[in-house]
T-cell receptor, first 113, second 112 residues
Framework: AQSVTQLDSQVPVFEEAPVELRCNYS??????LFWYVQYPNQGLQLLLK??????LVESINGFEAEFNKSQTSFHLRKPSVHISDTAEYFC???????????FGTGTRLQVFP | DAGVTQSPTHLIKTRGQHVTLRCSPI?????VSWYQQVLGQGPQFIFQ???????GRGNFPDRFSARQFPNYSSELNVNALLLGDSALYLC???????????FGPGTRLLVL
C-alpha cells in the first residue's frame, strides 16, 4: 500500500524568505507525484507534478519540487514567498496503473509581512 | 474554458437523511473521481468513474454510491447520513485514465 507523510502541519515564514515543505512517500511500486494547493474555502489546484524524466519540476509561480527516489521524497521549495502564497499545500501520489490519488495530511503555509 | 463545477456549494442535512451531490467535468473530460475531505485532513478517494463505469472504489461503506451519465457528469449519493459524513466533497475530472486530475471547488456538507 502507498502512503504520504507531510512532516510539518504548519510552516510560518516571513514574506520574501525561502521555504521548504517536506513530503515523503512509501510505495513498493513506481508512483507519480503531485503537489496541490488549496486556498481558503476553495478546491484543490494542481501546483506541479512529476511523472518521469527530469527529477526537478517547476510551477509557473516560482515553486519547484525535486523527486528523490533514494530518499522517497518530493519536497516543495520556493526561494522567496509572497503573502499570496498563504494556503494549505497537499502532497499526493498515484500508482502507475491507477488514478487513485493518495494525499498527505497537508501543510499550512502562513506568510507574514 | 469552464473548470469542474459542483452543486450545491453548501448543504445542511440531519442524521439519517439522504444527499445527492452533483459534478460537471471539464468539457472533453471523460473521467470523474470523488474525494471526501474531513476538516484538517487530506482528501480521501471515494470513487472513480470512466465512460459510465466504476473504475475504482475507496474504503467507504455501501451507504456511498455514485453514477456517471452519458454527458460524463456525475452524482454522488450518500444514504443514512451520519455526523461523521460532514466534510468537503470534491469532484475531480481528467481527460481519460491515468491523466492529471483537476478539482472542482467542492460541496461542503454539514450533518446535524
Amino acid at each position: 500500500a502507498q502512503s504520504v507523510t507531510q512532516l510539518d502541519s504548519q510552516v510560518p515564514v516571513f514574506e520574501e524568505a525561502p521555504v521548504e515543505l517536506r513530503c515523503n512517500y512509501s510505495s513498493s511500486v513506481s508512483v507519480y507525484l503531485f503537489w496541490y494547493v488549496q486556498y481558503p474555502n476553495q478546491g484543490l489546484q494542481l501546483l506541479l507534478k512529476y511523472l518521469s524524466g527530469s527529477t526537478l519540476v517547476e510551477s509557473i509561480n516560482g515553486f519547484e519540487a525535486e523527486f528523490n527516489k533514494s530518499q522517497t521524497s518530493f519536497h516543495l521549495r520556493k526561494p522567496s514567498v509572497h503573502i499570496s502564497d498563504t494556503a494549505e499545500y497537499f502532497c499526493a501520489v498515484s500508482v502507475y496503473n491507477t488514478d487513485k490519488l493518495i494525499f498527505g495530511t497537508g501543510t499550512r503555509l502562513q506568510v507574514f509581512p | 474554458d469552464a473548470g469542474v463545477t459542483q452543486s450545491p456549494t453548501h448543504l445542511i442535512k440531519t442524521r439519517g437523511q439522504h444527499v445527492t451531490l452533483r459534478c460537471s467535468p471539464i468539457s472533453g473530460h471523460k473521467s470523474v473521481s470523488w474525494y471526501q475531505q474531513v476538516l484538517g485532513q487530506g482528501p480521501q478517494f471515494i470513487f472513480q468513474y470512466y465512460e459510465k463505469e466504476e473504475r475504482g472504489r475507496g474504503n467507504f461503506p455501501d451507504r456511498f454510491s455514485a453514477r456517471q451519465f452519458p454527458n460524463y457528469s456525475s452524482e454522488l449519493n450518500v444514504n443514512a447520513l451520519l455526523l461523521g459524513d460532514s466534510a468537503l466533497y470534491l469532484c475531480a475530472s481528467s481527460p481519460g485514465l491515468k491523466e492529471t486530475q483537476y478539482f472542482g471547488p467542492g460541496t461542503r456538507l454539514l450533518v446535524l
